[in-house]
C-alpha cells in the first residue's frame, strides 16, 4: 500500500507558524501519513525580486521546526536536484509512484494555479489541497471548471507571512511565537536577517 503523502512546497524564508498549521491540519483533516515542506531552491517566480537567503539555512530552519513534530518532514528534494530553476511537476514526477499526493497550497497560490508551468501534469498526479489564507478567496469553481481534483481544508486563519517576518527581522521587531522556537534559535545562530546586511 502506497503512502498519502502531502507536498507543501514554499520558499520558507523564514518558516513561520501558517506554514505549520497548515501542514499539521492538513494531514490530520484527511489522515496523511506524511506532510512534506519542499524547500525551494530557486523558486523561478520570486527571481530577479530580492535576494533570497541561501537554500541550506531555509532547509536548516524547517528541519528545526519540525524536527519533534510527528508526520511533518522538511524535504530537500528541489535543493538537491542543484542548479536551475525548479518545477513542481518535476518534484511530483519524483515521488515515488505508489505514493497517492496531494498538494497543499495556500489559498494566494491557488490563485495563480495557471500560471504555473505544466500543470496539466500537476493535475494528473496529484489532489489539489487549498487551505485558506487570510484576505484571498478561492474561486473552487473555476480550478473544478480547468479539471483539478481539489480538496478544501479550513484552518485557523493565521495573518503571518515570511514577508513581515523579514521585515520585523530587519526592524529589529520580536519574531517569537510567529516562529517556532527551534528555528528562532537556528536564524540567531546563522546570524541571517540581521539589520544592515
Ligand atoms: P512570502 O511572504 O515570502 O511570499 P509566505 O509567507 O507566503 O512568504 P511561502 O513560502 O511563499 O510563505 O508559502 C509557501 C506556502 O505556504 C504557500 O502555498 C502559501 O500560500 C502557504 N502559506 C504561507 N503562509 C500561510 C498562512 N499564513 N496561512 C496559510 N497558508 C500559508
Ligand atoms: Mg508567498
Redesign the pocket.
Known amino acids: 500500500m502506497g503512502r498519502r503523502v502531502g507536498v ?6 523564514p ?5 505549520l ?2 501542514a499539521s491540519e492538513v494531514r490530520s483533516q484527511l489522515a496523511l501519513d506524511v506532510v512534506l515542506l519542499v524547500v ?1 531552491a530557486q523558486p523561478w517566480q ?1 527571481t530577479g525580486t530580492r535576494a533570497l537567503t541561501p537554500a541550506a539555512d531555509r532547509l536548516a530552519l524547517v528541519q528545526a521546526a519540525v524536527a519533534d513534530v510527528d508526520g511533518l518532514e522538511a524535504s530537500s528534494l528541489e535543493i538537491d536536484r542543484g542548479q536551475g530553476p525548479t518545477y513542481t511537476a518535476d518534484t511530483l514526477a519524483a515521488m515515488p509512484d505508489d505514493d497517492e499526493l496531494f498538494l ?7 490563485n495563480l494555479l495557471d500560471t504555473w508551468v505544466r500543470p496539466e501534469e500537476i493535475r494528473a498526479r496529484a489532489t489539489l489541497v487549498v ?4 484576505g484571498t478567496s478561492v474561486h473552487h469553481d473555476e480550478l473544478r471548471a480547468d479539471g483539478w481534483r481539489v480538496e478544501t481544508v479550513h ?1 485557523p ?10 521585515q520585523r527581522l530587519a526592524a529589529g521587531r520580536p519574531i517569537d511565537f510567529l516562529v517556532p522556537p527551534g528555528a528562532v534559535r537556528e536564524i540567531e545562530k546563522r546570524g541571517l536577517y540581521a539589520r544592515n546586511r
Open positions: 507543501l512546497g514554499g520558499t520558507f524564508d518558516i513561520h507558524v501558517g506554514h498549521v497548515a525551494a520570486k497543499v497550497v495556500g489559498a494566494d497560490v491557488a487551505v485558506d489564507r487570510p484552518i486563519l493565521l495573518e503571518v507571512s515570511s514577508s513581515d517576518l523579514r
